[in-house]
C-alpha cells in the first residue's frame, strides 16, 4: 500500500477495530457497526465535509454477513476521497445514520432503505424513495427476482 | 360543544334582529393607504417584496393558523418540472414555506437491469439513466470496468471521449439554457437552445450512429474511430456556437424581465452546497471552485486547458451565467482536442476485453473464437470494487461498481448529480416566492431519468 495522506494517517491512527484497504488506489476503511457513526465525525472534522454517496450491496450466502454499507466521503479541502465500509447481519440489519452529520446523506439513505430494507436509525425521514409506498420486498436483494412483478392486464371486452 | 353551539344559536338570534345602522360594525375601516408601497420602505425590504432577495429564516409561526397555509402539489405532470418530478409546496399566502420533493415516477431498476448484463453490454443501459448526457453515463461506467480490469486505453481512444464529453456537456447545458429560458417566459430561448444543440447532436449521429443513448463509450475504448471529415463538422461548430452563444446571452444579459426574475432568486449558500452534496454547476455558482476535471482528472483531460467559472451569490442567475461560461471553456477544450488528436488505435488492443476487427475473423480461427467469446459470454472482470466519478453537466457523476469474478456486475450503483441536487430544492425555494419556482427548478437541471434511474 502506498503512503497515506498525511489527514487520513491522522484519523486512521489509533483506530484499532477498523481496517485499512487500497482498492485500485483509493483508500477504503472497513468498519464495525458500531464504530460507523463516530468514525465518521471523526472523519468529518479531519475535513471530509461532503458525503458524496450511500450505498449498499447484498452478497446473500457469499459472505457470512450478508449486507455491506458503503458512504463515499469527499474532502474538497485536501482533494481526498475516503471509502467506508461496513458489514451487517441478515436479520434486521442497521446502521446510524449519517444524516445529522451530512444532510445531503438523506436521499441516499431513503434509497438504500428502499432498495435493500437497510434501517438507518437517526433518519428524519426514513420513508420509500424510488418505489411506491405499498411495494412488497427492496428490489436490489439478490433474492428479488427480476420480472416478478405480475404485469395487469385487464380483461378486454368480448368480441362477437 | 354545546357552548358552542349555543353560542352559535346566539350569533344567528342577533343577526336575525340585526337592522342596518343599528349595531356597532365589528370590522375597522379598510386604510386604503396601507396597500400601497411607500417611497420611503427600505431597498432591502423592497428587495424582499419583489422577490428578488430571500432569506432562509423560516421559523414556524405559531400564530399563522391552519386555515391560512394550503398544501399544494405540483406536478408530476406539469410541463415546467422537467419531467416526472412533484414537488408538495406548503404555501402561506404566496409565500412558499416548505417544500417536499416527491420522486420514483421514472424508476426503472436499471441498477438491477445492470446485474443482468454483461460488462460489454453494461454501456446500453446506463447511457438511458441521464438521458442528455449520454456519454458522460457511459464514461464513467467504462473508466469503473477498465480500472477492474486494469486496462489501460489508447491515447486516441482518450481523446475521443473527452472531445465527445465535452461536446455533450455543450449540448446538455444548451438544453439547460433553452429550458430555463422557457420556463421564466422566454420562449425565443427554447428554440434557439435546441437549433443549436441540434448541430451537436448531428455529429453525434453521423460519428455513433444515433442522436441519443450512443453506447459509443465502451470499456476498452469506444465503439468506431470518428468519421471521415470529423474535423469539418467540429470545426463548423466550433466556428457557430460561441457566436451564437453570445447573442443569446446578449439578449438576457440586457433583458429586465430576466434579470429581476433570476438575480437574487433560488439562493444556496456555498456551506449548504457542501452539506447537502450539490456538485457541478449548481455547487460553483455558490462560489467554490470544485470541478473534478480538475481536482481528479480522468481520460487525460488534465492536458487540455480550460477555467473552471465559478460564481458568487449562488441564485438563479449565477448557476446561468456558469453554464453559459462552461460552453466556453467546453468549446476551447474541443478545440484544442481537435488540433491535438493523437493517430492510434481506437480501442485497446486486448482481444479478451474488444472484439477483434471484422476482416480478421475471416482469416483467423482464433479471432473467430474470441469474437464469440465476447459476444455470448462476455469478458470475466476480476473481483474487487472501485468507483469513478467524472464531471457531468449535473456534477459529480459516479459509478460504484462491484464485480465477483463473473462476466456481469454484482453491483452497479450510480451517483446521480441530479439526485442528490434535487436535495437541495426546499433551501433553495424557502421562504420565496411561489412564482419563481420554476425559475428555481429550472436552475437546478434536474434530469429525471438521472434522479429515478
Redesign the interface.
Known amino acids: 500500500m502506498t503512503e497515506l495522506h498525511p489527514v487520513l494517517a491522522d484519523l486512521f491512527d489509533g483506530l484499532e477495530a477498523a481496517v485499512v484497504e487500497d482498492?485500485?488506489g483509493?483508500v477504503?476503511v472497513r468498519l464495525d457497526p458500531s464504530d460507523w457513526r463516530s468514525f465518521a465525525e471523526a472523519a468529518k472534522s479531519a475535513g471530509f465535509?461532503?458525503?458524496?454517496?450511500v450505498?449498499a450491496?447484498?452478497w446473500m450466502r457469499?459472505r457470512p454477513e450478508r449486507f455491506e454499507v458503503?458512504a463515499?466521503l469527499l474532502s474538497?479541502e485536501h482533494?481526498l476521497?475516503l471509502?467506508m465500509i461496513t458489514a451487517l447481519g441478515r436479520v434486521d440489519p442497521r446502521v446510524d445514520s449519517l444524516v445529522p452529520l451530512?444532510?445531503?446523506?438523506?436521499?441516499?439513505e431513503r434509497?438504500v432503505f428502499d432498495?435493500f430494507g437497510i434501517e438507518f436509525e437517526g433518519h428524519p425521514d426514513l420513508t420509500?424513495?424510488?418505489?411506491?409506498d405499498d411495494w412488497d420486498g427492496h428490489?436490489?436483494r439478490k433474492d428479488?427476482g427480476?420480472g416478478g412483478v405480475p404485469v395487469q392486464f385487464k380483461a378486454s371486452h368480448q368480441v362477437d | 360543544m354545546n357552548e358552542e353551539r349555543d353560542d352559535a344559536q346566539e350569533t344567528t338570534d342577533t343577526i336575525d334582529i340585526w337592522i342596518a345602522g343599528t349595531e356597532e360594525t365589528q370590522f375597522s375601516p379598510t386604510d386604503e393607504g396601507a396597500q400601497e408601497i411607500s417611497d420611503h420602505e427600505s431597498d432591502s425590504r423592497l428587495d424582499e417584496q419583489f422577490g428578488r432577495v430571500v432569506t432562509d429564516d423560516y421559523l414556524f409561526d405559531d400564530e399563522v393558523s391552519d386555515d391560512e397555509r394550503m398544501i399544494v402539489n405540483m406536478g408530476p405532470q406539469h410541463p415546467s418540472t422537467h419531467g416526472v418530478l412533484r414537488l408538495q409546496i406548503e404555501l402561506e399566502g404566496e409565500i412558499i414555506r416548505r417544500t417536499k420533493p416527491i420522486i420514483g415516477y421514472l424508476h426503472t431498476g436499471m441498477e438491477k437491469t445492470a446485474e443482468q448484463l454483461t460488462f460489454g453490454q453494461g454501456p446500453t443501459n446506463v447511457t438511458r439513466m441521464d438521458y442528455l448526457a449520454p456519454l458522460h453515463c457511459e464514461l464513467a461506467y467504462s473508466l469503473a470496468v477498465e480500472r477492474l480490469l486494469g486496462v489501460e486505453v489508447p491515447e486516441r481512444a482518450k481523446a475521443i471521449r473527452v472531445l465527445m464529453t465535452e461536446l455533450n456537456r455543450v449540448a446538455s447545458h444548451l438544453v439547460a439554457l433553452a429550458t430555463n429560458g422557457m420556463d421564466i417566459g422566454a420562449v425565443s430561448m427554447m428554440i434557439y437552445g435546441f437549433r443549436e444543440r441540434e448541430s451537436i447532436l448531428a455529429f453525434f449521429e453521423k460519428t455513433t450512429g444515433l442522436r441519443m443513448n450512443h453506447n459509443y463509450i465502451r470499456p476498452g475504448g469506444v465503439a468506431a474511430d470518428l468519421p471521415a471529415g470529423w474535423k469539418d463538422d467540429v470545426g463548423d461548430i466550433l466556428e457557430n456556437l460561441p457566436g451564437r452563444i453570445q447573442q443569446y446571452d446578449d439578449l438576457l444579459q440586457n433583458n429586465p424581465i430576466w434579470l429581476s426574475r433570476t438575480k437574487g432568486v433560488g439562493v444556496i449558500s456555498g456551506d449548504e452546497a457542501t452539506a447537502f452534496g450539490i456538485t457541478g454547476p449548481a455547487l460553483r455558482a455558490a462560489g467554490v471552485d470544485w470541478d473534478l476535471r480538475r481536482a481528479f482528472p480522468y481520460s487525460g483531460i488534465e492536458q487540455y486547458e480550460f477555467d473552471v467559472p465559478v460564481g458568487e451569490h449562488g441564485d438563479v442567475y449565477d448557476r446561468y451565467r456558469v453554464r453559459v461560461d462552461e460552453i466556453h471553456e467546453s468549446l476551447k477544450i474541443v478545440e484544442q482536442v481537435m488540433d491535438s488528436m493523437p493517430k492510434g488505435d481506437y480501442r485497446v488492443d486486448d482481444r479478451k476485453v474488444t472484439p477483434p476487427p471484422r476482416a480478421r475473423i475471416d482469416e483467423s480461427m482464433e479471432a473467430l473464437i474470441h469474437h464469440f467469446k465476447l459476444f455470448t459470454e462476455g469478458f470475466k472482470v476480476p473481483p474487487g470494487e472501485t468507483y469513478v466519478a467524472i464531471e457531468s453537466p449535473r456534477g459529480e457523476l459516479g459509478c460504484y461498481l462491484v464485480s465477483d469474478g463473473q462476466a456481469k456486475p454484482y453491483r452497479m450503483h450510480t451517483r446521480a448529480p441530479s439526485f442528490a441536487n434535487l436535495q437541495a430544492l426546499p433551501i433553495a425555494m424557502g421562504d420565496s416566492l411561489m412564482a419563481d419556482t420554476v425559475a428555481t427548478i429550472a436552475s437546478m437541471d434536474p434530469v429525471m431519468g438521472d434522479v429515478d434511474r
Not at chain 1, 451530512?102 to 441516499?108: I, L, V
Open positions: 482498492s485500485h483509493q477504503v465535509e461532503v458525503c458524496v454517496d450505498t450491496v447484498d457469499q458503503i463515499n474538497m482533494k476521497r471509502r451530512w444532510p445531503g446523506a438523506n436521499f441516499a434509497e432498495m420509500r424513495i424510488l418505489m411506491p428490489p436490489l428479488f427480476v
